[in-house]
């Protein structure tokens, strides 16, 4: 089925060329730091864990959210998700490929991550984070094939497949559930400190995989002949909203722990993240800025998504509205969460991260890489539906 891969017009073509270009760029930077070292970005003994990881932390949620849609349809017979439930595989597959090239490039030298193979302790969350990621991305890639080959025969689904798709919706909930462990796991850090970050990554991972899947599906339904259903999409955003509210609630639990009890370690990072933190005359605010958009885009969202009009007539605000929501899950977990947590640092002080061009471009090269092999992935998709229909 790769052959499909190679039809398309103009437009198909000029994108990739595109999303090459932006990886031909991040590789040359990426080559930079390979020679010089991590002294290359701004990460520092106080701040060791940057833009890459944050970027990690984020994609294994968007990953994770493509359980939403296979759980539905295969425990719970929904047939509505019949054609969506491949978006989901398929991006899963992109985003969990795109969470271990971020985690390559934080590494410094690559080879660096066959220790945790080589030298594996049971007792290391990040021996447990690479089994997880690893079989969720197997899973995904022969659950996806398998039944997409299937149904380009027009045939059911072999039998022995279905194992494996049950198993994908533990290692779902898990590859988040272990991420997050790799947080709260640390005592030094008061922030990440907390019994909720597992559920607060779940909820989340289920608000911004599925309103990706719905900015996606909205695009194909204008670009293409893919339709996903009417009844699909508003199922999805109906669990959006959902699992959106419930993430929000999660964060305000963060600031009754903080602010009422009055935990200094717990109260400071929130204060630096939303108000600026105070410290040595100086006041250090570099996050505020993208905390409060998180706010601002989560209200326009939720608004956009709840309205009737925009919910069920306007594609168009629909899909702003699923984008919105997308955006501040990203500024939440994607910025905040992870760079945060390391104000104060446990000698209390402050040191603020700001992430360097070469970061920046390898960064967006790894975007630009999980945006190519998901393009290449649903053009095979599409086109196999399309040959089902003709």
């Not at 985690?103 to 997880?132: C, E, T, W």
């Not at 009737?308 to 699923?322: E, N, V």
Request: hydrophobic letters at 55%; charged letters at 10%.
């Amino acid at each position: 089925m790769f052959e499909k891969a190679l039809e398309g017009n103009r437009y198909y073509w000029v994108w990739l060329a595109f999303l090459g270009a932006l990886m031909s760029i991040a590789a040359i930077c990426y080559i930079r730091q390979f020679n010089y070292g991590l002294g290359l970005t701004g990460m520092s003994r106080d701040v060791s864990w940057g833009l890459y990881i944050s970027q990690f932390t984020f994609l294994v949620g968007v990953a994770a959210g493509g359980v939403m849609l296979v759980l539905p349809y295969y425990i719970h017979d929904y047939k509505a998700f019949g054609k969506i439930t491949i978006l989901g595989e398929f991006l899963a597959i992109s985003a969990l490929l795109m969470c271990l090239t971020f985690i390559v490039a934080d590494l410094g030298q690559p080879l660096r991550m066959l220790n945790v193979i080589f030298h594996a302790q049971p007792k290391s969350m990040l021996f447990y984070d690479m089994i997880v990621l690893n079989g969720y991305l197997g899973l995904n890639i022969l659950c996806g094939w398998v039944i997409l080959t299937a149904e380009r025969r027009e045939t059911h689904p072999p039998k022995w497949i279905y194992f494996f798709v049950y198993l994908s919706i533990p290692f779902a909930v898990s590859i988040h559930t272990v991420t997050a462990m790799l947080y709260c796991g640390l005592p030094g850090r008061h922030f990440w400190l907390s019994a909720i970050v597992a559920p607060r990554f779940l909820a989340s991972a289920f608000a911004a995989g599925p309103a990706l899947i719905v900015v996606i599906a909205l695009i194909l339904r204008r670009i293409t002949a893919f339709d996903a259903g009417k009844e699909a999409i508003n199922k999805m955003v109906t669990i959006i909203i959902y699992a959106a509210l419930i993430n929000v609630f999660f964060v305000g639990l963060e600031f009754f722990v903080g602010f009422y009890s009055d935990i200094p370690g717990h109260k400071h990072t929130l204060q630096y993240l939303f108000f600026g933190l105070e410290h040595g005359g100086h006041v250090y605010n570099n996050l505020v800025p993208f905390m409060w958009g998180f706010v601002v885009l989560f209200v326009i969202g939720i608004a956009l998504l709840s309205i009737p009009y925009t919910r069920k007539q306007s594609d168009f605000w629909l899909g702003m509205g699923a984008a919105a929501i997308f955006i501040s899950f990203w500024l939440d977990k994607g910025v905040g969460f992870v760079l945060g947590g390391f104000v104060p640092t446990p000698l209390e002080e402050v040191v603020e991260y700001y992430p360097n061009v070469n970061e920046v471009f390898i960064t967006i090269g790894i975007w630009a890489m999980g945006a190519f092999i998901l393009t290449v992935l649903y053009k095979i998709a599409i086109k196999v539906e399309e040959e089902i229909e003709a």
